[in-house]
């Protein structure tokens, strides 16, 4: 995690935004995104972003990010994660803290599974290189 951290440190506003778009598509992927998932999605955004990302702020992406999915669709939002982070590397951090996010609770599903590698495909991210993320942060 601490290289994640050390990338998203280096990364600016608009690409913060982006990262936790994609962590809140992987949360709430299951359709169900409740108070205490919230609550801990926003500690681990704080930590993550070394409290970069005001609390109010956070929230303010949160429902804008919601608001947007129901309007669009998770391709096209999907898609704009992928624009807002032109560079590959960018987006491997992006698809590796989606996978965190799946794995907060300690197992990845197969739903999970199928969701990372559909996050992967919109990113541009071999699916081979998915799966190596996968075993190596779901564990």
């Not at 994609?22 to 409740?34: R, V």
């Amino acid at each position: 995690m601490s290289g994640i951290s050390n990338e998203v440190r280096a990364l600016g506003d608009a690409k913060l935004e982006a990262l936790v778009e994609i962590m809140f598509l992987a949360a709430s992927a299951d359709g169900d995104f409740s108070d205490i998932e919230r609550a801990h999605f926003s500690k681990s955004v704080e930590s993550l972003t070394d409290g970069r990302i005001a609390l109010a702020r956070l929230d303010a992406l949160i429902s804008e990010a919601s608001l947007a999915l129901e309007r669009e669709g998770r391709e096209a939002r999907l898609a704009s994660v992928k624009a807002r982070l032109p560079e590959a590397g960018a987006r491997r951090v992006a698809l590796a803290l989606a996978i965190q996010v799946t794995a907060a609770d300690g197992i990845i599903r197969t739903s999970e599974r199928e969701l990372i590698l559909e996050t992967a495909e919109a990113l541009e991210i071999d699916r081979d290189d998915a799966a190596n993320l996968v075993s190596k942060l779901g564990r």
